[in-house]
């Protein structure tokens, strides 16, 4: 089954999804986003997608408009856009409740997360990613796993509130982590040190944790309660207090664990 497909948005996901959707075989017929640059950019990844100016779709030859902006935006695009008769009106978002499309005009409603970390510096295997899929009619459900098995990726239905709770998860595991990472890229900038040396421990701690389990797989001072360790790291830290004092919590919560 292929789609007429219109992508309201020109974000990081927009940016991957919407050619990843063409070469899947689907008709990328519209792109609408508030910034014409960012509609302009999204639409040159495209083969022969129109621009659109406005949220009036209701001529549009599309069946599926998805919504792939910030998650601020997402009840007040529903809310705006003009929609065809029996048009599928989904969102991307990962913590956002499929509710927000309830007072749109579209006959049908759905979610089509997915659960990867995007870039527009860096290009993407789509086959890889999951999507988390959502809708209260089954055969929405039904064309939303068709949708993802285009992608050769995996669809999981699932709930808005579990939904909630995978991406608060994938903040930790991914936001949160790459935070770390750049503490530790600007801690070894700061003494004058390369932080390629750092890269190959990197590598060892994600893919042994995700071989043998994060708690099993944790090593370090906090762990083994040095406390001589901890301190020492403590006080070469003060330099910025905010710092010290987020390596005391993350310490202390590894302690606790």
């Known amino acids: 089954m292929k789609f ?63 919504i792939s902006v910030s998650d601020g935006a997402i009840q007040e695009i529903a809310d705006e856009i003009i929609l065809p008769e029996n048009a599928i009106l989904i969102h991307t978002s ?3 409740s499929l509710d927000v499309l309830n007072y749109s005009s579209a006959t049908y409603t759905g979610v089509f997360y997915p659960l990867q970390t995007f870039s527009k510096g860096k290009e993407m295997d789509i086959s890889e990613v999951p999507f988390l899929i959502e809708s209260e009619d089954q055969e929405i459900l039904r064309r939303l796993k068709i949708l993802a098995k285009s992608l050769k990726s995996q669809a999981y239905p699932i709930r808005s509130k579990d939904r909630q709770a995978v991406h608060v998860a994938a903040v930790f595991a991914s936001n ?16 004058g040190l390369s932080y390629e040396m750092l890269k190959p421990l990197i590598i060892e701690t994600i893919s042994k944790s995700l071989q043998i389990g994060a708690k099993r797989a944790q090593t370090g001072p906090a762990i083994r309660e040095d406390y001589e360790t901890l301190d020492e790291h403590y006080q070469f830290l003060s330099y910025n207090p905010e710092l010290a004092e987020m390596y005391k ?7 606790d664990s």
């Open 94 to 96: 990962g913590t956002v």
């Open 249 to 255: 919590i993350i310490s202390n919560d590894i302690i």
């Open 4 to 66: 007429k497909i219109a992508i309201i948005g020109a974000g990081n996901v927009a940016w991957h999804l919407a050619p990843a959707l063409e070469d899947a075989g689907h008709d990328l017929v519209e792109v609408y986003a508030r910034s014409s640059k960012g509609a302009d950019q999204i639409a040159g990844r495209l083969y022969a997608a129109e621009i659109k100016t406005d949220l009036d779709f209701s001529e549009s030859k599309a069946s599926v408009f998805i």
């Open 176 to 191: 949160f982590s790459n935070h770390m990472l750049r503490v530790a890229e600007e801690v070894m900038q700061r003494q």
